[in-house]
């Protein structure tokens, strides 16, 4: 046999096997319905989804990143961060425990959708007073309203502020 020869009889059988590679693979694959996107037939999810209706409904809202702020901000627009955990952070410089927990937040960051809000604890004494604070690195959580929602101590970390919150 010459290599002209050999190579003629591989290209059909091979043409034949892609063939019926691709026609049982169509068979087991999932279709692309009118209502779906390609991601969505894929097993990924879309930002949008349709109804039966046809419409496409909204995208649900995107958590907000973690912020670390301070009081003075916070109070100026307090309805910038509605769509969060309120955690009030009563803070003192010259407690370790606070410098701590600080220099946790700066350094790795707050988990999405916490907003701790630090407050001085030496200077803010209204704030110590209506919602009981007796002693520093003491979190408070919050309502839109400022309602006090639970309180605590001894989180390090965003991690740890924002599972206390959540679990408040």
């Not at 937040?105 to 704030?127: C, E, N, Q, W, Y």
């Not at 605590?152 to 924002?162: E, M, N, P, Q, V």
Request: proline fraction near 5%.
């Amino acid at each position: 046999m010459t290599s002209q020869y050999r190579a003629a009889r591989v290209v059909p059988t091979v043409s034949v096997g892609v063939a019926a590679v691709l026609a049982l693979a169509a068979c087991g694959g999932a279709a692309t319905t009118a209502t779906q996107t390609p991601a969505a037939a894929s097993g990924s999810t879309s930002a949008h989804s349709t109804s039966g209706s046809g419409s496409v409904a909204p995208a649900p809202a995107a958590v907000r990143p973690g912020e670390y702020v301070e009081y003075q901000a916070y109070s100026a627009d307090p309805a910038a961060h509605a769509n969060t955990d309120v955690v009030l952070f009563f803070h003192a410089p010259w407690c370790p425990d606070c410098r701590a927990t600080e220099a946790s937040i700066t350094k790795a960051g707050v988990p999405a959708g916490l907003t701790v809000v630090k407050v001085d604890f030496d200077s803010m004494t209204d704030l110590r007073q209506k919602y009981g604070i007796t002693q520093q690195h003491t979190f408070v959580k919050v309502d839109g309203q400022g309602g006090l929602l639970g309180k605590w101590t001894g989180s390090f970390t965003g991690a740890a502020i924002k599972a206390k919150a959540d679990a408040t």
